[in-house]
């Protein structure tokens, strides 16, 4: 069983349109992550929800979305999507250790390529 | 402002040899710090992690060392193979409740 799993894996899509992202942990981790990859594999910080709540709202543009309907899924939406959205958009998870993070257990990511 | 660097040159060595990769971060007191391993198309996988009260940690072919002096931790591969040639992440807890990663240096392995 994959412990993280994020889908799409490929998205391509045109400028404008929303788009959504999925992911569910199967680990019972408390915390979840959404993290932008971009071309130079910078790995960022987007959100983190900690039993359904929102812990982390990075400077993202408002057109990001994420919901946590559990703590065993988060998902990510994104509205009126610009070209430089295009990144790989990985999803992780964590047990946290009192105020500090454990390890994160990432998912494949999701390529999205806006056209 | 804060930092956290990896040298972005690629690694390059040859098969058997130490693989040493730096970590240095600035304007952090990071109560502990993480080693990713990251394959193209991948997401990164979990290594190590080392607590500020430890000075080296060892797994298996992996060794990190954490100096809080320095800043600095390194990352060592002894008795290198091909199928460790990844990118390498170090992650820091920043007190912000999720871990702050640097950019990564890329290994290569030649046998």
């Known amino acids: 069983d994959t412990a993280v799993s994020q889908t799409p894996k490929y998205l391509v899509t045109q400028m404008g349109n929303d788009k959504s992202i999925k992911c569910e942990q199967n680990?019972?981790?408390?915390?979840m992550y959404w993290y932008k990859q971009d071309s130079k594999k910078f790995l960022k910080i987007m959100f983190s929800?900690?039993?359904?709540?929102?812990?982390i709202n990075e400077t993202v543009p408002n057109r990001f979305s994420p919901k946590s309907p559990d703590k065993a899924h988060l998902n990510l939406h994104i509205n009126s999507l610009e070209l430089g959205d295009s990144a790989v958009y990985f999803c992780?998870?964590?047990?946290?250790?009192?105020?500090?993070?454990?390890?994160?257990?990432f998912g494949e990511g999701s390529r999205l390529t806006v056209l | 402002s804060q930092k956290i660097e990896q040298n972005s040159e690629a690694l390059n060595i040859q098969e058997g040899k130490t693989a040493t990769l730096t970590c240095n971060y600035t304007?952090?007191?990071?109560?502990?710090l993480q080693w990713y391993r990251q394959d193209p198309g991948r997401g990164p996988v979990f290594l190590l992690l080392i607590r500020e009260n430890e000075k080296e940690k060892r797994k298996e072919r992996l060794k990190v060392t954490f100096d809080t002096t320095l800043k600095q931790s390194l990352f060592h591969i002894t008795a290198s193979q091909p199928a460790d040639s990844a990118t390498y992440l170090c992650a820091l807890d920043t007190g912000r409740r999720a871990l702050t990663f640097g950019s990564g240096t890329r290994l290569q392995v030649q046998p």
């Open positions: 304007n952090y007191s990071p109560a502990y």
């Open positions: 929800y900690n039993n359904k709540e929102l812990i």
């Open positions: 680990l019972g981790h408390d915390t």
């Open positions: 992780a998870s964590s047990q946290d250790r009192g105020l500090a993070t454990g390890e994160l257990f």
